[in-house]
């Protein structure tokens, strides 16, 4: 859509951009009734509290709390709620979220002094019923801002800056664990972005919005967040500067937040090193925003770099102790704001079109000291009819019409896994209600689940739909997970039938 005028070539260089409004409105109008009752328990399980997820132990949020008490999180949009298949990855997988558009000014005050807190509300109740918690995004930002604001006549500007700031962190006071209260400051050569903001207060404002913040959630951790910050470069010098005068004036700031959009394989090397200045400053860091994309199409080899690109990111966090989190922007390449913003650019994330885990996925565990099992893909070779080589400890397949099948994720670590199944309607009519049964490896019990109620937790097991996601259309699919204990039996379940009918791999 549009070229990327910091893009230079060199390993250490990131170029991103994220300047100019995109076209997200109409997103914000999609109704996402429904997908907030998501979470299901199952036999034995315990209710999920604000302290952590049900699924605390298995996902990237839960391995990156046994590493210093770190999240694993998320950016979820309205529209992204109403999306069985992102949302049974978002559950799984994230304990942390970031609101991807609706607390922007542009939403949260589109004219002078009314209010609309829908969609951020919408997103912190569904964090909240999933037992994640929130980065308040953004306050202060030239981009996704209502005109109205830079047509003020430039002495009115503070003023509706503060009141901008007073209304939302006290609509939010407690809900969020920090804010993003300016967003992108800089410029790439370390000047101050020129927008309403800095025009009519110079830069002042961003001390002046930092204390306004913390006058209305003195609770919350308040940061600067910016792009191309995350190696040592005049951007990054320049939030450096700036992070140290106003830690000298005793301006209220907590944290600086790295998006990391970053291009495949220009990974700054010093990103750790940078991090680092920064936390020794007496500041929190975190990677707010990454993603790693790729020129279209991907090629395996493109994939297995990502791997190693977001496999560095984590540990360049994990080796600075102020490091609190890693966010991703976005759950997987489906929704990723990538393709619509950096033109023939994608795959981005760490879950492909169908939010099946991809290499930098398992990557990311390993590196967050976890192992994760990914089963080898399991189509038959297409010589040979479905039925003609089961696995030993299945039935038969109903044959090439059945109407079912199915794909599924172990992540396993010693006591436990995760397992994402994804269950596709391969027959012509619409399904409406469905029951999945399996047959669990022995040694695994199920302690809790998402997207379908789930009973006994062992041995043969039924997995039926909920309200929201009993429809499956010819050629659709839907997802649903699971956390279990093992004794050292990480085995995928067998034996899947759909409604009584057998369902062949894949
Ligand atoms: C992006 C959203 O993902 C898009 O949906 C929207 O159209 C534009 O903004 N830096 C930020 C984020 O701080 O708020 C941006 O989010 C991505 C770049």
Not at 105 to 134: C, L, R
Not at 162 to 180: C, F, L, N, P, R
Not at 454 to 461: A, H, Q, T
Request: hydrophobic share 35%.
């Amino acid at each position: 859509m549009r070229s990327d005028p910091h893009a230079r070539p060199g390993r250490t260089t990131t170029p991103a951009t994220a300047a100019e409004p995109l076209p997200w409105h109409s997103r914000r109008l999609t109704a996402a009734a429904g997908a907030v009752t998501a979470v299901v328990l199952a036999a034995g399980a315990t209710l999920l509290s604000a302290a952590g997820p049900a699924n605390a132990a298995t996902s990237l949020g839960s391995l990156a709390a046994a590493q210093g008490g770190r999240y694993f999180g998320t950016a979820l949009t309205q529209s992204n709620l109403s999306n069985s298949a992102l949302t049974a990855v978002a559950n799984a997988q994230f304990n942390m979220v970031t609101p991807g558009n609706e607390m922007k000014w542009d939403t949260t005050e589109p004219s002078n002094g009314s209010y609309n807190f829908g969609p951020g509300d919408q997103i912190v109740s569904y964090a909240q019923a999933h037992g994640m918690k929130v980065r308040g995004h953004n306050l202060v930002w030239q981009s996704q801002l209502p005109s109205w604001v830079s047509s003020l006549p430039s002495t009115q500007v503070q003023a509706a800056m503060e009141a901008h700031i007073t209304t939302e962190v006290t609509h939010y006071k407690g809900e969020v664990y920090s804010w993003d209260v300016v967003n992108e400051p800089f410029n790439g050569d370390g000047s101050y972005v020129s927008d309403a903001f800095y025009n009519a207060m110079g830069v002042g404002y961003i001390a002046d919005a930092l204390r306004t913040a913390h006058a209305a959630d003195p609770n919350a951790k308040l940061y600067l967040n910016d792009y191309n910050i995350e190696g040592e470069n005049a951007k990054s010098n320049a939030m450096y500067s700036l992070a140290q005068s106003l830690l000298s004036q005793g301006v209220p700031l907590n944290g600086i937040g790295f998006e990391s959009h970053f291009i495949l394989g220009q990974v700054p090397s010093d990103m750790q090193a940078n991090m680092q200045r920064f936390a020794s400053l007496g500041l929190d860091v975190a990677v707010t925003e990454l993603d790693d994309r790729i020129t279209l199409p991907a090629t395996s080899a493109n994939l297995q770099q990502q791997a190693t690109d977001f496999a560095n990111v984590v540990k360049d966090c994990l080796g600075v102790t102020r490091c609190v989190g890693v966010s991703q922007w976005g759950v997987g390449d489906a929704d990723s704001w990538v393709p619509g913003t950096f033109s023939g650019q994608g795959a981005a994330t760490m879950f492909d079109q169908n939010y099946q885990p991809k290499p930098a996925y398992t990557a990311v565990v390993n590196a967050l000291g976890g192992t994760s099992v990914t089963p080898p893909p399991t189509t038959p070779p297409s010589s040979a009819p479905p039925s003609s080589a089961p696995p030993s400890s299945a039935p038969p397949t109903s044959g090439a019409a059945g109407t079912c099948s199915v794909s599924d994720v172990v992540s396993a670590w010693n006591t436990g896994l995760t397992e994402q199944i994804t269950v596709k309607n391969t027959g012509t009519s619409t399904i409406n209600g469905w029951k999945l049964t399996f047959t669990l490896a022995s040694g695994q019990t199920i302690t809790n689940a998402w997207n379908a109620t789930i009973s006994p937790s062992s041995g043969s097991v039924s997995a039926a739909n909920l309200s929201y996601n009993g429809t499956i259309a010819p050629g659709a699919t839907t997802s649903f997970g699971f956390q279990a204990n093992h004794t050292g039996n990480t085995a995928a379940p067998t034996n899947f039938a759909l409604n009584g009918a057998s369902c062949t791999s894949g």
